[in-house]
């Protein structure tokens, strides 16, 4: 099993799917902030096409730059204690960007997952 990463409240949470895709896919010309409100208007809808099945979503801000992201980064987390005590795990979906691919993928999103409040965005699972 892979290292855990630690969530701000102290969970374990491991990485149980990553994939990575373009901002910009399918799109080859135009106006930054029309490609950004193109692709941030159907993300959530992408993502739940990308990870089936019930997860908490989470969607970080975009970066204020004037070039949109290069990448979108998802990595689909799960963790063995659930937030209510009548189901058996918990997970979450996340959703990063990023310039750059240049490091593990455990290393990118420690410090991300290290942010988040997990309990606010991540559901319940049942095995």
Known sequence: MNDALKTQCGRSVYIQGVHLDHFARGIYAGEPAVIRDHVMESLADR?????????????????????????????????????????????????WFADTLDQPIAQFASPLVAGLDWAEHAVDGHY
């Open 47 to 95: 993502i739940r096409d990308i990870f089936r099945g019930k997860s908490g979503l989470y969607i970080a801000p975009l970066p204020d730059a004037e070039e949109n992201p290069t990448w979108i980064v998802l990595c689909q987390l799960h963790c063995y204690d659930p937030i209510s005590p009548d189901a058996h795990c918990s997970i979450l979906t996340c959703c």
